[in-house]
């Protein structure tokens, strides 16, 4: 029997349902166990390791000294499992020990890879949510490198563990199950412009009410003011002025429009002051820094401010982020609209137009343009702006550099036989080695069911199986191998791309991305939401539960019992009545005008 | 009017609840022998059990519903139903529903009282209707520049004018020493946090004002506020010398409402923005020193009864729109400096004379309140030039109180200020007379004029509400339908005439 039967055989007795969890997870590619340089094993996820990758034993044994112990008869609850290194000593000495580990993937791999009978026995290991048992007040302690993978779980952990008086799950856990209304804010022009209209839509297609704050018509404003001036000082001021109108019209939005949550994208005209003036408002905001935060350094302002910042990259920014004090973060990676990137069927014409052997579509960064030179030899197209005419590339150009719109680039992705994906980078020379989030076309093309070559990213495994779903390169040598081999064997190359398509229809969708960052911003923010109605009740079941001499009783007796009723549905309902009101009807209206007010701020 | 149950509804914020006391007192006076209950937050209670005016408080427990609410909905409605069931069961005759509030409307609606005064209910419950004085009060809200009406005495003429003195305001509470005090400690008390933070005088102030009042007196410093604001009374701590740090007593989030009342009591001075705690201090007769700036006016919700100083930042934006974002004249914040408020508690504890030079004090205006026949108003210490908004916002109260029949003069136009000389006089005059045959003819060639057009709004904005409310079913004014004009018409009246009278006075001076 090995390890991992073992495990599972004291489990299986247990904890039933947990074992049966744990026996069905499939473990992506990018948790792996590999070997630390004493030879034990230890967990990475992505490029992060869960434990040293020297000495994990002494690691482990340093960490348990620093902790406080537990008092007498204190239950400890230890956040993070990793391979065990760190929590093991306290197996002797506390009375009474539970390990709360928030990834299913991290559980499993345990299981293969340690002994965990003596917890398991004790039934101490939860995972997930599964803590809401959990004995409290009870001292507990973390594991750093699992709290930066997970600090939305931390929080809930640490809120339900410290306040005895929270209700149970049923509340604390309270997943968005209404529907909420949600600002989407746009930046004025940029690769996020785009984005926030995929994901308004995904948002409303979740079952969300949502609107998107449009600033690309400010954008011609903006530029119209970079005429003004030639002293880039009052150039500055100017914009500046119109970035604080801008804020003022979000303000006035938000106030009208009440959200929930405000959704604003990379770029977007937000500042400390007016985040700070939409939370007073009662809103939620959340902040998708769709960006590289070595390149972009704003993030140090609004990280701090807003109620979640989602990042696209992992360490070192988790640990930029801690350092910079800023505890409600969460990664949350790009996506893609399947509706606007998706299979086209192409006339003839359009097959000529769009097509070629080998196409680019995108800015001509500094990078790209250095590693594209090196393929001239190729049927190439390149498709976007930012290039320059007069370079060797010229001829290769379309459109005399001019952007192209998201409706063109699905006929080009469709019509070309390779896509390439060059990430850009105004650090490196040529390919950058250490790149490490994926940009949207990696999933748009794969949306496209189009072929892509793309350069190697650290990221990329854990959502791509490389080879089968995409191909990648490193160099330019290996680049220009590719192209030749699947130049020559299309079938291959459709297969691949079909499988790619599958994967991101699957599960790299905004869809996907905005329903578990919802998850995200309400484990940041435990209670952000307005609770969620309780569940439907029909009018029979409710009279069933009230008592005889009830008011509300005799009105509802009219009606069909079978149908559903809702204190919102029924308040809908009298206002939209006339004559006058009857005491039930009044008293709803009261409780929905209260209802309302809780979720405004202000009764 | 008789009345033998009255019921007061007030489920606002503590501070709202403060400013209610006086219409309390009002009523009993009116009133001796009737039963006077009032509806309120269970957070007001403590205020309000064993006040003199008041015979029974009925809290509603509104944190408790709004849980009960989103765990069992049906069940909170059982709850509402049977509070409900009870107040009818008190057959009150008289509601004073005071909060512009659905939530009020309708439980004032669900009793079927024969009368309710102030926020009513149309007869079908659905719509809101409000008194002459309320929709007059609704309308200069539209332009709060020219609003010299103290909430204060919008709640208290919600009651008809007693023909009895009304009892004094009641001191009430902050009775007991509070523990830890003994009697030969000199206390200064602040509160440093303020609802929004576009109300709030930077710390750093705070800190420069505290510096310099240890030094110069023997004192503590009481830092009074609720937890969330511990932040600020930290920063302040951390701002002073080490040996002052031990002059200041921090209670921060660490008093209950009785406490923090026993507590302000014993101080000699209050320095506050606009804030629940400045109203408490007020209510217990600690005088106050009040910083407005932004969107708090202290002609509308400054400290309330004789003798308090505010410090008010005018910049002529004021006041602005809570519900901005970004603001160009930010420094608001900064006008009021910490010497000026030294200087009014200088005078305040060590009596010295007030330097009352205005160039002194710029874009800042010293206001010291007192009463006049409609309440209370707030008197300039600096003397300025009289400006169009000042002129035509007295003649808004003074027609306000028209409206509301009472007699006695206001504030003598002198002091609010001085007739402006040369060029500004013929502007302000040309302004004026403008107004005037605005408010006569009914013509509005106004264009080009925002200050005009501004100080026509309120006006226009009576009319309008009075006539969207003879749209609706009456209940309680039956009337209405008929006068809604004929207010309209009695306002311009007033307007006119106040104006006139100082028109003529001021054109006497200059001959």
Known sequence: ?603 | MTAECILVMQMARLGDLIQTMPLLCRLRAIYPTARLNVLTDRIGEPLLTGHPAVDEVIPVDLAQLSQLLRQDSWGAYQQIAGLVQSLQQQRYDLVLNINFSSLTRLLAYLLQVPRVLGYQPTADGRGLIRSPWLAYIYALVHARRFNRINLVDVFRHLAPAAEFPELAPVLFGGQDQPPGYTSTLRLIALQLGSRHHRRRWPVAFYATLSQRLIQAYDLRLLLLGIKDECQLGENLLRALPVAYRERVINLQGRTSLAELSDWLAQAQLLVTGDTGTMHLAAYLGVPVLALFMGPALCFETGPYGNGHYVLQAEPDCHPCAEARASCDHAGCRQMIRPEMAAAVIDHLLGGEALCLDSAAWPGVQLYRSESDALGVNYRPQLARPWTFVNLVGQAYRRAGQQLLGIDGPGLPPNSWGYLPSGMRREMLFRKLEKFQQVLRKGNSQTAGEPELQEALVPLAAFQQELRRQAQLPGYFLPNLNADGDQYGACVTDFLWSSLEGWLSQAKGLET
């Open chain 1, 1 to 603: 029997m090995n390890i991992y039967e073992k495990n599972l055989a004291v489990l299986r007795k247990t904890r039933p349902a947990l074992a049966e969890r744990l026996g069905q997870v499939v473990v992506p590619p990018h948790f792996q166990v590999v070997q630390a340089r004493n030879g034990q094993p230890i967990l990475k996820i992505g490029e992060v390791s869960l434990h040293s990758p020297y000495d994990p034993t002494a690691e482990g044994q340093r960490w348990a000294w620093a902790q406080e112990p537990p008092s007498a008869g204190e239950p400890l609850v230890i956040f993070g499992l990793g391979l065990g290194y760190h929590w093991q000593y306290f197996l002797d000495t506390a009375d009474s020990l539970f390990v709360v580990e928030p990834s299913l993937e991290v559980a499993r791999l345990a299981l293969e890879q340690v002994d965990l009978t003596p917890l398991l026995e004790r039934q101490g290991l939860r995972v997930g949510r599964d803590f809401y048992d959990l004995p409290r007040p009870a001292r507990l302690l973390v594991h750093q490198p699992t709290l930066r993978q997970q600090r939305g779980a931390y929080r809930r952990l640490e809120r339900w563990l410290a306040d005895p008086s929270q209700p149970g799950p049923a509340t604390a856990d309270a997943v968005v199950g209404r529907p909420l209304k949600i600002l989407v804010i746009s930046p004025l022009y940029g690769g996020s412009y785009p984005i926030a209209q995929y994901c308004t839509r995904a948002f409303k297609r979740l079952g969300h009410q949502a609107e998107m704050l449009d600033h690309g018509p400010f954008f011609p404003a903006y530029k119209a003011l970079e005429q003004i001036s030639r002293t880039p000082q009052h150039t500055l001021g100017l914009k500046q002025g119109l970035l604080r109108l801008i804020s003022e019209a979000i303000l006035v939005k938000a106030a009208e429009y009440k959200p929930d949550l405000v959704w604003a994208l990379a770029q977007a005209p937000l500042d400390c002051q007016l985040i700070k003036a939409l939370q007073d408002q009662g809103s939620r905001v959340a902040y998708w820094f769709v960006e590289d935060f070595r390149v972009m350094t704003y993030w140090r302002e609004l990280a701090p401010a807003v109620d979640a910042f989602l990042v696209i990259q992992e360490e070192p920014f988790y640990q930029a982020l801690e350092k910079a004090g800023v505890e409600k973060y969460a990664f949350l990676p790009l996506a893609t609209d399947p509706e606007i990137f998706r299979l086209l069927e192409l006339s003839p014409a359009e097959k000529r137009r769009f097509g070629s052997a080998l196409a680019f579509v995108g800015a001509g960064y500094l990078n790209r343009r250095q590693v594209f030179q090196g393929l001239t030899d190729f049927d190439l197209k390149i498709w976007g702006s930012d290039w320059d005419l007069k370079s060797p590339l010229g001829p290769y150009i379309q459109c005399q550099g001019a952007r192209i719109s998201a409706e063109d680039s699905v006929k080009i992705f469709n019509a070309s036989r390779i896509n390439l994906n060059l990430h850009s980078s105004p650090f490196h020379q040529g390919i950058n080695p250490e790149g490490d989030y994926l940009n949207p076309r990696v999933f748009d093309l794969a949306a496209c069911g189009a072929f892509q070559l793309v350069d190697w990213r650290g990221q990329l495994p854990r959502f791509f199986k490389p080879g089968e779903e995409i191909v990648t390169f490193t160099t330019v040598e290996e680049l220009r191998q590719q192209i030749d081999y699947y130049l020559a064997h299309p079938e291959e190359r459709e297969a691949i791309a079909r499988r790619g398509r599958e994967r991101v229809r699957r599960q790299h969708t905004y869809e996907h991305r905005l329903a578990q960052a919802l998850q995200l911003i309400e484990e940041l923010n435990p209670g952000a939401w307005p609770t969620r109605q309780p569940p439907a009740t029909t009018i029979g079941q409710l009279l069933n539960r009230l008592p005889d001499d009830s008011s509300l009783k005799s009105y509802l007796a009219r009606w069909d019992p079978t149908e559903t009723v809702s204190l919102e549905g029924l308040a809908t309902r009298i206002a939209q009545g006339q004559g006058k009101l009857s005491e039930p009807e009044g008293i709803i209206l009261f409780l929905n005008e209260f209802r309302q007010g809780l979720q405004r701020g202000q009764l």
